[in-house]
């Protein structure tokens, strides 16, 4: 097992993100672990620890503005949101916490902020690992939004969140759903920028994922222009690190070692 030190805070544009850092074999460098739209540090469970000790990396898992222990966010949020979380949030993190050459590991949203972060800083990932990110709406991810909005007024959801979010919980996800289903009737795509990538990629698909279909991975494998792979996984949804943990460990793990 890697030892994983306590939770601590960064301080980036006057606001407190919560992160921790996982000491492991510093060989493969650093992986950093971008969560989904709705996730927290706690929900990763144990799949960091597991992929930093296979891969021989060390590790850092933060949490977004309003999201876990991690400072509220304001309401609305801008419909730029990835982009700032890419182009000015995650490389002041980065300073700040003195990681030069990051592994970007990033789930959903996530996954779509490592894509953006590549290709806005082309030199500094030293390699990407997208999971069920997105890089276009489908309308799949447009029927996905609204039924989370149902989930979340009418199911135990919003207390399963609250474990994890706490007292952020309301605006999270009012964050996260009101800014999707905004965008979504204006065509938002990312696609043109993904040529900008030369770090190798590797871009995962859940072949059952409620949220989007093989063609965002077509999309990002098509449109990076240094070396990619994409790895589909039958019968998986949204969340492969929990629903394929073993099939997406070891995948990624090699990827790393390779890349």
Request: net charge neutral; aromatic share 8%; hydrophobic share 50%.
């Amino acid at each position: 097992m890697s030892a994983v030190e306590a939770y601590d805070f960064a301080a980036i544009g006057g606001k407190r993100l919560r992160y921790r850092r996982i000491a492991a074999g510093a060989g493969a460098g650093t992986i950093v672990f971008l969560h989904e739209g709705l996730g927290s540090i706690t929900q990763w469970r144990d799949f960091p620890d597991a992929l930093c000790a296979a891969a021989g990396a060390a590790g850092i898992v933060y949490e977004r503005l309003g999201h876990g222990g991690s400072d509220p966010v304001e309401l609305p949020r801008p419909d730029d949101f990835l982009r700032i979380e890419a182009e000015q949030v995650l490389p002041a993190l980065l300073d700040a916490l003195h990681v030069e050459r990051p592994i970007l590991f990033g789930h959903s949203d996530g996954g779509s902020i490592a894509l953006l972060y590549a290709a806005a800083f082309p030199k500094r990932p030293a390699a990407c690992i997208t999971v069920a990110a997105h890089v276009f709406l489908e309308p799949a991810t447009q029927a996905a939004l609204a039924a989370a909005a149902r989930a979340f007024a009418a199911t135990d959801l919003r207390l399963r969140l609250a474990r994890h979010h706490g007292a952020n919980t309301e605006t999270m996800f009012r964050a996260w759903n009101e800014t999707w289903l905004r965008l979504a009737p204006q065509g938002w795509s990312m696609t043109d920028r993904l040529h900008r990538i030369a770090c190798p990629v590797l871009a995962v698909q859940g072949e059952a994922d409620e949220h989007g279909t093989r063609a965002q991975v077509d999309a990002i494998v098509a449109g990076v222009s240094g070396p990619a792979e994409s790895f589909l996984i039958p019968g998986c949804g949204h969340v492969p690190h929990i629903e394929a943990r073993a099939a997406l460990l070891a995948r990624a793990a090699a990827f790393i070692r390779k890349a």
